[in-house]
């Protein structure tokens, strides 16, 4: 793979992560105020989408929807799930 392709992925994968934390703190700061909220299939498309990490790394620093087994249990599911295709491709499995 070429390098400028690794680069481009690295990238997208920083925005898409420090995306994930900024609306889980939105949707808590909403939450808070009791105005609208994110809807709960965006947060996990935004993990889908490769922003896992900042995903859980927003639902426990601003302790969102940390009693929620869905996502305690549903967000690190998305990124095993990416991890092993990932590995399936660089492997070529």
Not at 56 to 78: D, E, N, S, W
């Amino acid at each position: 793979m070429k390098l400028e392709y690794i680069f481009s992925i690295i990238i997208y994968l920083v925005i898409i992560n420090l995306f994930g934390f900024f609306i889980m703190w939105l949707d808590k700061k909403k939450a808070k105020g009791g105005k609208w909220r994110i809807k709960e299939n965006t947060l996990f498309l935004v993990a889908a989408f490769g922003g896992g990490i900042g995903t859980i790394a927003g639902m426990y620093t601003f302790r969102h929807k940390t009693q929620k087994a869905k996502f305690v249990f549903g967000f690190p599911a998305i990124i095993v799930i990416q991890v092993v295709i990932a590995l399936m491709i660089i492997f070529k499995i």
